[in-house]
């Protein structure tokens, strides 16, 4: 077993960290205040290599590995969560279903822009009906001759608006349930796309949140993605890959506010020491950074299963995703408990980070969820031999219910749409 990082890896880390402190921590409090989409800093990222980098040479992309990923993430996300979401999703949920699932006509014209960082990519599955129970998706796609009618409306779209592609799931086939689902590749110029509204949130204010309604949207069948009914599933699996992202999104976060943390206990004094002096205070770094380890521990592991071609990525991946989103908000709690009152104020980037960490546990699945993922994926497995469950496994009574919609890529196909819907 070998913990080091390659020269690659760390000259990656070692880049990446030198631009978001040279270009992104001087500007970031005031974008954040201004929700000032970071678009030149995004540019600037892709030219470095960071918008298409799971996504082989020959399309673009970097082709690295996916531990210099969530490197990468991790150290946007040190210092901006909004900026890692954005880079997240253009690499996780877009680049990689083009390119897996893409035709060479798709992957020609959309992975290069993409890798170059001139345009980002945006995922939607998300409706206002239906998040966590993706299979009740509403959007519908009809054939008439060589294009597809594309109607429904997208929530909570990352990168709506400022995206120039958007990976679209819509149903094609409302009486199949979950492998009625398909998915599309859709440019905002085509007719019948509209952005109707942007959310006001609490945190990754820079981050643009759409809704997008498709009325009547011509979407040429060459523009589909995969056949017709593997739309779950490519969601599915793009999303088990995602989740190691928003792992590493998490870490990043928690780095930066433990970081800011430590800073300000050797500085602050109170009752004649610095506060770093009390055991109190340094009870709560120590938790802080070894929650964080855990939690980093958790995000390479699931890196690493990826890199090994895992079948069962899903449950890793949900591992890593669900303990790192709630510890990055304990910590992110604790920073400010260490600033007192000034971490209660806009001056200050661990305010700025406790509402940043809370989107984490909520989006690409929820700690619910993945709870769902990991239980259903020990349950499964007979003691012993848990690296091989049987794709036919029959499903423990307690998820028979309506409430087992929720599951990862490997289970996609695995089930009945009438009994698992797919879900996240
Ligand atoms: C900032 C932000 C960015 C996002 N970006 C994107 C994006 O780019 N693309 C996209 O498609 N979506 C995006 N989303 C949507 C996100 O993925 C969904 O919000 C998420 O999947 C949860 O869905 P929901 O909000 O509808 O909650 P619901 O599904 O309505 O869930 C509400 C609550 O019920 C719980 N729950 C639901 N089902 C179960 C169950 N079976 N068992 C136990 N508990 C359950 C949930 O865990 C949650 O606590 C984004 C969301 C946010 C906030």
């Known amino acids: 077993m070998d913990f080091s990082l390659t020269d690659d890896q760390r ?15 001087p500007v970031i409090r005031e974008y954040d205040r201004e929700e000032k989409f970071p678009e030149a800093e995004l540019r600037k990222l892709g030219e470095l290599g960071c918008c298409g980098m799971l996504v082989p040479e020959e399309w673009g992309g970097a082709g690295v590995d996916t ?10 996300a040190r210092v ?6 954005a880079l997240s999703v253009t690499n996780s949920v877009s680049s990689v279903p083009v390119w897996k699932h893409g035709t060479e006509a798709q992957k020609k014209k959309y992975l290069p822009p993409l890798a170059r960082g001139e345009t980002l990519g945006a995922f939607c599955l998300t409706e206002p009906q ?62 019948g796309f509209r952005v109707s509204r942007y ?11 759409a809704e997008i309604v498709f009325t009547d949207c011509e979407v040429p069948a060459a523009n589909r993605l995969g056949e017709e009914g593997q739309g779950l599933k490519i969601a599915l699996e793009a999303l088990d ?37 009390f055991q109190a205070i340094q009870w709560m770094l120590a938790d802080m950074q070894t929650e964080i380890e855990a939690a980093r521990g ?13 079948a069962r990525l899903g449950p890793y991946a949900s591992r890593a995703k669900l303990y790192a989103s709630e510890m990055v908000n304990r910590v992110a709690y604790k920073a400010v408990q260490v600033h007192g009152s000034v971490g209660y104020s806009r001056e200050t980037d661990v305010e700025r980070m406790y509402r ?17 993922i990991i239980a259903r994926d020990l349950l499964q497995s007979a003691p012993g031999v848990r690296e091989t469950p049987p794709r036919d496994a029959v499903l423990p009574k307690a998820f028979e219910h309506s409430q087992a919609k929720a599951l990862d890529s490997s289970q996609a196909e695995a089930f009945d749409s009438s009994r698992a819907k797919g879900g996240r």
Do not use: H
């Open 80 to 85: 901006d969560a909004a900026t890692a979401v």
């Open 67 to 76: 531990i210099s990923y969530v490197l990468m993430l991790e150290e946007v």
């Open 241 to 277: 890959g995602g989740r190691v992202g928003i792992g590493a999104q998490a870490v990043g976060i928690a780095q930066g506010a433990l970081e800011a943390a430590v800073g300000y206990a050797k500085q602050r004094r109170a009752f004649g020491k610095t506060i770093s002096e």
């Open 11 to 25: 000259l990656i880390r070692n880049t990446v960290r030198q631009f978001m402190e040279a270009e992104v921590r």
């Open 199 to 209: 959310e006001d949130k609490m945190g990754i204010r820079t981050s643009r949140s």
């Open 130 to 191: 239906a998040g966590s129970d993706s299979a009740a998706i509403q959007a519908r796609a009809e054939r008439r001759g060589d294009v597809y009618r594309l109607n429904g409306t997208k929530s909570w779209v990352t990168n709506g608006g400022v995206s120039g592609l958007y990976v679209v799931f819509a149903k094609t086939d409302s009486a199949a349930g979950a492998r009625g689902v398909t998915a599309f590749l859709v440019e905002p110029g085509f007719p």
């Open 356 to 372: 940043d960490a809370r989107v984490i546990s909520i989006y690409e699945g929820t700690s619910e969820i993945q709870r769902l």
């Open 298 to 310: 958790l995000v390479y592991y699931a890196a690493w299963q990826r890199d090994q071609g895992s």
